[in-house]
């Protein structure tokens, strides 16, 4: 009898061990780049394949119980008319759906560009979620731009913003690049500070990088930088953009560039991220890698 309970309290034991490792807080489902038209492929982008990836993609993330999901922009390569190829198939997600602008997502007309959030079903250009102890940022890296402005102060923001990192021969230099705005800027600031009050760690998800530097950054790079590496509840800053993706940590921040899904003849990318207290794991599919990010304070 004694045998019979001891062997029944160490599995009770190692079955809550179990239980305690795999119960993650909250999950998320990320993509990058689907970037969809129905164009032949070139630069090794797939964009025809984009929509059977996605099926896939949507099918897999609905078996896994998910606080939301986010496309990080480029969700069509060209044509206003692309959208309409993929939005019935994001639609089936289970879970919360959200996206940030990417360039490519204003290759279209320039009169149907205002109808582009309309697509996407985006009520503001970015915007934030609270999240258990995370705060969320999903900012739009296309606000200043030379494709997805249509504001003449922001228009002529961009020209002057441009114009100030030419001069600074900057590699990111590029009109196929975007910007913060002040406005967008100082939101940040606002946000950043009422998640340090609230005592939450910050997320920034975003299309265009920060680190390392090449020639698909964000344009504020210098700035956004800055402030992160003043506000040291933020945790993590997740982008598309560069298609083979990329990784750096540095003064307790992650920065994770995540692989195109359009990339490859014959592979996909996406991922699934579970947060735990002190952790992040990324499980990759397709080319995405598996990982794990330590919190560090």
């Known amino acids: 009898m004694k045998k019979i ?3 029944s309290l160490l599995l009770f034991t190692i079955l809550s061990c179990s239980k305690t490792e795999n119960n993650n807080d909250f999950s998320v489902g990320i993509i990058a780049d689907c970037q969809y038209c129905e164009c032949d492929a070139e630069r090794n982008n797939y964009y025809k394949k984009a929509p059977q990836r996605l099926k896939e993609a949507v099918n897999e993330l609905n078996k896994h119980e998910l606080a939301f999901t986010v496309h990080l922009g480029d969700f069509i390569n060209q044509d206003i008319t692309s959208f ?11 879970s919360n759906s959200y996206h940030v602008l990417g360039n490519h997502d204003f290759d279209v007309a320039d009169s149907l560009k205002p109808i582009v959030l309309e697509k996407l079903n985006l009520k503001k250009r970015y915007y934030s979620i609270d999240k258990n102890n995370w705060k969320f940022l999903f900012l739009d ?16 923001e961009t020209q002057n913003y441009f114009n100030e ?8 230099a590029k009109v196929y690049n975007g910007g913060l705005s002040q406005e967008q800027f100082e939101w940040i600031e606002n946000e950043l500070e ?8 910050v ?12 020639n698909g950054n964000l344009w504020n790079t210098k700035e956004l930088y800055a402030l992160i590496e003043k506000n040291k509840h933020v945790k993590i800053f ?8 990329d990784y750096v940590f540095k003064n307790g921040v992650h920065y994770l560039t995540l692989k195109g899904m359009v990339q490859t003849k014959d592979s996909t990318a996406f991922v699934i991220a579970d947060f735990y207290k002190d952790k992040i794991k990324i499980k990759g599919y397709g080319r995405e890698l598996n990982r794990v990010l330590k919190i560090t304070n």
């Open 141 to 156: 890296g296309t606000d200043l731009s030379y494709y997805g402005t249509f504001d003449s102060l922001k228009q002529q």
């Open 194 to 201: 009422i998640a340090k009050k609230n005592n939450q760690y």
């Open 165 to 172: 990192i030419a001069n600074d021969s900057l590699p990111y």
């Open 84 to 94: 309409d190829s993929l939005v019935p198939t994001w639609n089936k997600l289970i």
């Open 203 to 214: 997320g920034l998800y975003c299309h265009f990088p920060l680190l390392p530097i090449n």
């Open 5 to 7: 309970t001891f062997y």
């Open 238 to 245: 997740m982008n598309g953009h560069k298609h083979k993706g």
